[in-house]
């Protein structure tokens, strides 16, 4: 067998991108667990009409089928993209052994045929919060989401050198609320096309709306001048007032950006911001929308994302309304391990190299790893019974730091040695795990 | 959208199920690091044509496409249906950037066609351990994984209280030294019908034997006097002998079963026997055979299984031999939370519920909620300034041990409230984390 080549869009590390991955991956379930939400996991296929409902990004689909499928094989399956579409399924399958609000995190893949680049993957991971409620879901949750996410990003860039981020804040009502009260008859339109303002700039949108929806120079001014709003504090809603536009919705919805700003930069003061150009493209958003982007890293897009749905389910009989918020893990971490930013200063988890004097010895080197084990260090035994410079070299190339000789132990990065006794003997804590390393 | 159903083959588990897995997973990735095994995570995809080689299960197969794929798409995707076919083409793909002896683990979900029933799925999650050389692998490394394994079902056994496991190891080379020392000439059919022991019983092998492979009494007779021999000690090697058959291979098996089962019994004493029958269907595995079941719970097949095979993959210039073994994840977990053998004590991870005196002092709950977890404590706010009563059952209802009112928290099990400062209070250990209950 030739020696196989990667698949675009199929993202994998090697062992110490990994390991920068199942950190982050610890970060964020731990961080999710301390905010009372519970792991769920769902298979990887759903029925293929279930993720075709939408009609949108069908063509995105990965259709699954077994080789040698007979005629009986009516199910038509495949993969899921998102983990939303098959949360939404879950809740509606479990509804009667769940307890609402009902609070959970799910890391998964998912996978979209889109054609790849950097930022966008075929396979790719995500980690999904939402907490959905039975009929109702108050407004307070909104805030509760952002909280988790910015608490794990908080540990991702002070435990692992991650860069920092900002989460922007933006809410559907208001933004309709406000296009309704500038007299457009179509709000949902001027939203699609001033979410292009990254892509084409206000000129372009200016165009958009002009040519498109007619719009006259006053409104099109109006609905750039809403756009233009950032504040990490309140004054947002002076600035929206100054605009001089009155609706019912508008006022809703400044007072839901109000509440969930204030809540949550109590707790992460210029973390974020009301930026009230954000709407994100889905359909199915009807209140408050998050985006978050990596500070210095804008160009990966955005790395945390979603909002309010009032309806993420219903079976005729009962509505489920929710809030959610995914983080990207492999549109954050594949480009910043790929581009050599993140990386590990091992590539193994042991942290100690048992030495062996003769292979008719190595049951002591056994019982010192059992030891070692017995008390939380990781180890391994050496492999072979070379002298003992050839499996010094050994534990260097793996960055393993400290070896065990007999009775002593060597850092072998200062050749310090000290006589070590392996039901005892700890390790310096930075050293007990693989470190992060960060190159910028 | 009517209520959906579940899909046969695709278990997927409540919250307080989830939780045991998580667990099972916790202590499975804890023990294989603490081994110095490293985390490696491949895509779910492989080329077709490299999952239909061997020939044999192709019709397992899952194939995956574009629901709208283009005529340029050429590359045929499937699902790989275990982690050895992806981890053999990793290593080719990645040699020149990993160091050998290569230990790994991969805990990840394969997918297969298959009829689904109790203890076979079309998903399912395994749990593989791998030691990896170039050119050459000791044979000491045919015991580290045994060791490994026993001691994350020992965690499992005794921090969740799942059954205790009997390890059974088995040895190509013997067995096929064996035969040829009878005079066979292709050892292969004997272990392929040796292997249905289980199934069709001593005599109907006797039968395939005879009429099949043309075997006189005597090889039959000796054949099957092989496939008796147990023992956990090295007296198997004596009963080889008393069959009187003299062969180089034979031999060197049975050195090698002597040298696995000390090194193994010696940690674990009790829980591995050599049993001659053990064979594995798998045509790859060359060495070292293991199996593995729970006790009491032998009808759900073998938990973990794997060996030796002197050619894990090949690219011309090197050959990587291997030994590996496998957990199987959802094998075990299905059936036992499925019968409610499992479960946990809370369906969330929160251990104290803040209540809420009004919605405007909501923000206290926050910040007694942000205090805790700033200690590690998990923690949820009521989500309604409800009645106090209502908010106790709301704790119950989910398995919170401990609701905070204001300055005090109280065990809603003893109804013990105790004045308390969230910079300071901590719960029983016990109760830190969801416990895992058992129900036999």
Redesign the interface.
């Known amino acids: 067998?030739?020696?196989?080549?990667?698949?675009s869009g199929?993202?994998?590390?090697?062992?110490a991108g990994?390991?920068v991955?199942?950190r982050v991956l610890d970060i964020i379930s731990s961080t999710a667990?301390?905010?009372?939400?519970?792991?769920?996991?769902?298979?990887?296929?759903e029925?293929?009409e279930?993720l075709?409902r939408k009609g949108e990004i069908?063509?995105?689909?990965?259709?699954?089928?077994?080789?040698?499928?007979e005629a009986s094989d009516v199910?038509q399956?495949?993969?899921h993209f998102d983990l939303t579409v098959p949360f939404a399924?879950?809740v509606?399958?479990?509804?009667g052994?769940?307890?609402f609000?009902f609070?959970?995190y799910q890391v998964q893949?998912s996978?979209r045929?889109e054609r790849p680049q950097e930022g966008r993957y075929r396979?790719f991971t995500q980690a999904d919060f939402d907490i959905v409620?039975s009929g109702t879901l108050?407004l307070?949750?909104d805030a509760e989401l952002p909280l988790v996410a910015l608490?794990a990003f908080g540990r991702m860039h002070q435990d692992l050198g991650l860069p920092p981020v900002l989460m922007r804040l933006g809410n559907r009502k208001l933004a309709q609320g406000f296009y309704a009260g500038l007299g457009i008859d179509d709000p949902s339109a001027v939203l699609q096309r001033v979410d292009k303002l990254d892509k084409i700039g206000p000129d372009g949108v200016a165009t958009l709306l002009r040519e498109q929806l007619g719009m006259d120079d006053a409104q099109v001014s109006a609905a750039l001048a809403l756009a233009r709003i950032r504040s990490n504090d309140l004054s947002f809603a002076d600035e929206v007032a100054a605009l001089g536009i009155e609706n019912a919705l508008l006022t809703e919805g400044i007072e839901e950006v109000s509440s969930v700003l204030e809540?949550v930069s109590?707790?992460f003061p210029g973390q974020i911001a009301a930026d009230l150009r954000i709407a994100r493209g889905l359909d199915y958003y009807t209140g408050t929308v998050y985006e978050t982007e990596m500070v210095g890293f804008e160009s990966i897009g955005s790395v945390s994302g979603g909002g309010r749905y009032d309806a993420l389910?219903?079976?005729?009989k009962n509505t489920y309304p929710g809030v959610g918020l995914t983080i990207g893990v492999t549109r954050i971490l594949a480009p910043l391990i790929g581009r050599g930013h993140l990386s590990a200063n091992r590539?193994?988890?042991?942290c100690v190299l048992v030495a062996v004097d003769t292979d008719d010895t190595?049951?002591t080197a056994?019982d010192v790893a059992?030891r070692l084990?017995a008390r939380?260090?990781?180890?391994?035994v050496a492999?072979?019974a070379d002298k003992y410079g050839k499996q010094i070299r050994h534990a260097e190339?793996?960055g393993i730091p400290f070896v065990w000789f007999g009775t002593s132990v060597k850092d072998i990065r200062t050749g310090e040695q000290q006589e070590a006794d392996p039901d005892v003997w700890a390790p310096p804590a930075d050293d007990l795990r693989p470190g992060i390393t960060t190159t910028w």
């Open positions: 067998m030739a020696r196989p080549k990667p698949i199929f993202p994998e590390f090697l062992p990994r390991m991955e199942t667990e301390l905010h009372g939400l519970a792991s769920v996991e769902t298979r990887a296929v029925p293929l279930q075709t069908d063509k995105e689909i990965y259709v699954v089928r077994r080789l040698h499928a199910d399956l495949a993969l399924r879950y509606l399958e479990n509804s052994h769940l307890h609000p609070r959970r893949k996978w045929g396979e409620g108050a307070h949750h608490e809540a109590s707790q389910a219903s079976d005729g590539s193994v988890p042991s190595r049951t056994d059992r084990r939380g260090i990781a180890c391994e492999p072979k190339r793996r």
